[in-house]
């Protein structure tokens, strides 16, 4: 197996001067290529904090955290925006996308990051929203499209730049159970079908149904890392 | 994605465009409004005043001493007359002395003129107000000034006594009558010029045929910084001098107006640019959570910077055109209708020398040097907010 992310004895504090609260708190933490894992705990359990580290939106106190063998701690400012950008894909709670850009404009918005160009990213673009089943609404403004679709769209643009893995803070928190269903039904087919590395940050018992590695988080600390094997992965694994 | 942008609160941006549109017209307006005025008082200078040339004795206007006159004046005026550059050479004899009434008396400058040549060159005729040109049947006319008519309370056909020397340093004095009363743009010289007939003041100065001053219209104005240094050359005896070195104080009005002009145009910017800091804060304050969230998908801090750079700028340029075209229009309006500052005072601006009907000019060549300004005031309105958006961390940002 393929080792993706590498977090060491990895720590945050916050008030370090006056009463140091540990939000992350010695954390290990070893995810291979392909895992579909969800990382759950009480609101405060440090989900977030971890999940922003391993990220480069956030720089732990203490530890290293090495992505794809590369040590993210140690990178500047400038070298960790360059990094996220072709390393790491992000799905976040409230949606995010950019309100003046239509659902085809947020997705390629990466790729012109990244400088592809124009042809490769309608390519990229229209394979995405395919996988998506959002095809008719390519040039939809997120204003117009309902939640569960507006996640969608932040799946594809998640996945546009072909990261490493993809984090994802709550993606279902603010979804109806038949959004919900659907978003994880198209996370999991992309993990299954394109071996893509899916970490989420949840309270959400749908996504934690789903998951197959579930890590157990309580006051920074990691209390339970259990991998389950459900029906359908142990006939995948039979079948090959 | 920046021009998106500007239109997420399109009043707060139609409002911020309409101030820049509205501060530039100002600016334009007052460029222009000084840009006639100044305008008109050159013209006056040239056409009504001084002429574009004048050539005296190199020392006449040191004490102006009457027997200071040009050497070869009539050969002089001949040779001017025919060449092409000029459109007009009059001669005139000058005495500075005292005019005197049985009320009063006052320091006057006495022009000793050809009336129809004289007519042409200051336009002494279209400035009378009352009483007749010179007659050729009267002797010892005068036309003063309405302003020294005031002081000394003089009527058409009163007398006068008018007393200086003479080429021999001798004391001579005749009496006048008044046969008009004119009044220019000018006040104050209103007030120390007046006008006898060139033969009357040169028999009292006795100087025969010969005169003070040469007095030169050119066919264009280009010609007179050229021409000037070319007759220098042929006439070494002589002093020749243009309108700037007669008229220092009008030349100095000329140059420090375009500065004052752009002072008070930076002024209008600079309050304007408060107002696109204040938009564009706002705009960033709102967006704090997208930008983070920019940041965290990989957007460097040089490519945000360059889109608060790129908001501000089209929010400055998108008022740009219609404060210009909107200036250029109202100006052009008054540039054939003229606009008329007499409300503010005739005399007040006659005191100055200047028209009270101005005519604005649209100032083509600064518009550049406004384009300018306006750049630099979008530029200088964009730092404060592009900083604020580069100091944001994408967690905290991500977190509001």
Same mark, same amino acid.
């Given at each position: 197996m393929d080792t993706v992310i590498d977090a060491h004895n990895v720590s945050k504090v916050y008030n370090k001067d006056t009463i140091p609260v540990y939000a992350v708190n010695n954390v290990h933490l070893h995810l291979e290529r392909g895992e579909f894992t969800a990382l759950v705990g009480p609101s405060g359990s440090g989900k977030t904090t971890l999940l922003n580290m391993i990220g480069g939106l956030d720089k732990p106190d203490e530890g290293n955290i090495y992505i794809n063998g590369q040590d993210i701690t140690q990178l500047s400012a400038n070298a960790l925006i360059d990094f996220r950008l072709r390393n790491i894909g =992000?799905?976040?709670q409230s949606f995010?996308? *950019?309100?003046v850009l239509t659902a085809k404009e947020n997705v390629e918005f990466i790729m012109q990051l990244q400088k592809i160009k124009r042809k490769d990213r309608d390519a990229r673009v229209n394979q995405l929203f395919k996988q998506i089943d959002m095809e008719e609404k390519l040039n939809e403004r997120p204003s117009k499209l309902s939640g569960g679709?507006?996640?969608r769209v932040a799946v594809a643009r998640a996945l546009a730049s072909k990261p490493q893995f993809i984090l994802a803070d709550e993606p279902t928190a603010n979804l109806d159970t038949k959004s919900a269903s659907n978003l994880l039904d198209i996370m999991a087919r992309l993990n299954? &079908? &394109?071996? *893509? $590395?899916?970490? =989420? /940050? $949840?309270h959400d018992q749908r996504v934690i149904d789903r998951a197959r590695r579930v890590i157990t988080l309580v006051d920074g600390r990691i209390v339970n890392d259990t991998s389950v094997v459900s029906t359908s992965h142990m006939e995948d694994k039979l079948h090959n | 994605m920046a021009w998106r942008n500007i239109w997420r609160n399109k009043t707060r941006s139609i409002v911020i465009m309409l101030s820049i549109a509205i501060g530039l017209f100002s600016g334009i307006a007052i460029l222009a409004l000084?840009? +006639?005025?100044?305008? /008109?008082? %050159?013209?006056t200078v040239i056409d009504v005043e001084v002429g574009h040339l004048q050539i005296h004795h190199p020392e006449f206007k040191k004490d102006y001493k009457p027997e200071y006159t040009i050497h070869d004046g009539l050969k002089m005026l001949k040779s001017l007359t025919s060449m092409p550059e000029v459109k007009l050479a009059v001669p005139r004899s000058i005495a500075t002395g005292m005019l005197s009434t049985p009320g009063g008396s006052s320091g006057v400058q006495i022009n000793g003129i050809i009336p129809a040549q004289e007519y042409l060159v200051s336009k002494l005729r279209d400035k009378i107000i009352a009483g007749n040109i010179f007659s050729p049947a009267k002797r010892n006319q005068i036309i003063i000034g309405k302003k020294l008519a005031d002081k000394l309370k003089l009527n058409i056909g009163s007398k006068l006594v008018l007393t200086f020397t003479d080429s021999s340093d001798e004391i001579v004095s005749g009496a006048f009558r008044v046969s008009a009363i004119y009044q220019s743009n000018n006040a104050p010289l209103d007030e120390v010029n007046v006008y006898i007939t060139m033969k009357e003041i040169n028999s009292m100065?006795?100087? +025969? @045929? &010969?005169f003070h001053e040469i007095v030169l219209i050119l066919k264009q104005d280009d010609y007179m910084d050229t021409f000037q240094s070319r007759l220098s050359k042929r006439f070494i005896n002589s002093k020749i001098e243009t309108w700037r070195e007669i008229s220092p104080e009008t030349n100095l009005l000329v140059k420090t107006t375009d500065q004052y002009s752009y002072i008070i145009m930076v002024i209008v910017m600079l309050a304007l640019a408060f107002g696109i800091i204040n938009t564009m804060l706002m705009a960033i304050l709102e967006r704090t959570k997208e930008i983070g969230m920019m940041l965290a998908l990989g957007t460097n801090r040089i490519r945000i910077f360059f889109l608060v750079l790129l908001e501000t700028f089209m929010l400055t340029f998108v008022g740009t055109p219609v404060g210009i075209l909107s200036s250029w229009a109202i100006i052009s309006y008054f540039n054939k209708k003229g606009l008329d500052l007499s409300g503010m005072g005739n005399e007040m601006m006659n005191s100055f020398g200047f028209d009270s009907m101005i005519y604005p000019e =649209?100032? %083509? @060549?600064?518009i550049l040097n406004v384009f300018l300004i306006v750049f630099l005031t979008a530029l200088f309105s964009c730092l404060f907010p592009a900083l604020k958006a580069l100091s944001l961390q994408p967690v905290e940002a991500l977190r509001r």
């Open positions: =992000f799905v976040f995010n996308l *950019i309100p679709q507006q996640q299954k &079908e &394109e071996n *893509i $590395t899916f970490l =989420f /940050s $949840t | 000084y840009a +006639g005025m100044m305008n /008109s008082r %050159v013209r100065l006795k100087i +025969g @045929d &010969e =649209f100032p %083509v @060549d600064k």
